[in-house]
């Protein structure tokens, strides 16, 4: 019986996301392909992997079994994916760098980046923008060299080094009776509207900043970015209130003024990349942050 690598890698991050219908969207296939895949998947193999419902999706016993094996596959196919792009691109003189929006006002990234062009002149270095999880599955496909992100991460096949520690900060009007504070706590806020990035950008940090503040009872009203009309609001009848990272673009309006928010620790921004996988300008790069 022989197996097909990429169907049993394709099990593997359907047991990850525990849906179809995610792991058709990480994969970028359709979901009835992919659940025509999983079914031919069970009828070679013998035996059923996973109990389908009509809310979620959960592993059989013999199914966690083959998982071990099933994840093994994934990791050593994933690794020679990203190997062969890095090693396509080893003659390039471009280096592909992923980076968080607004992330040019952190000190340490703008200053490794033009440190990297004084040193390699010749060398094209390109900026992809985008949020931590999206940018963590390129560098893991070896479609980017490197990333700069934002918040924790804990993944074997990753290296990472983080170069600094950020704050949040909320915005409020400057009649708010907030503003009178220099810094404020989930507490302070129970009862207040505020405006925060929306959760699917970045699941795991948007629980950890905005968990506290819900629990204290504070309305969290998620927007795909900060604009005019959400600062108009800051400045309006309603009060609202708005997060940002210590490092995001700050407003000119007078009106406006930002407090620092209290934290049990402030977000890691590292820089990361595959461990064991790298070109030269890869690892120049990597050498300059170190």
Known sequence: MKLDPRTITQFAVIAEERSFTKAAERLRVAQPWLSARL???EDQIGFPLFIRSTRNVTLTERGEAFLKAACNVYASVAAAEALAAQLRRRDERRLRLGTPPYSNQIAQRRNLIDRFASVYPAVSVELDVGWTPALIERVRSGDLDIAFVLGGVEDPDLEVNVLCRIGVEMMMSQSDPLATRSTL???D???RS???FTRALHPSLFDELFAPLANSGAELIQVPEMSAAILAQVQGPRRLIAFQFSFSVATTDEPIVSRSFEMKQK???SLLR???IS???NQSFWDLAL
């Open 189 to 191: 806020l129970k009862g």
């Open 39 to 41: 079914r031919k998947l």
């Open 194 to 196: 505020i405006a925060v």
């Open 279 to 281: 070109t030269p300008l």
């Open 267 to 269: 977000v890691p921004f």
């Open 274 to 276: 595959r461990r064991g």
């Open 185 to 187: 706590s989930p507490a």
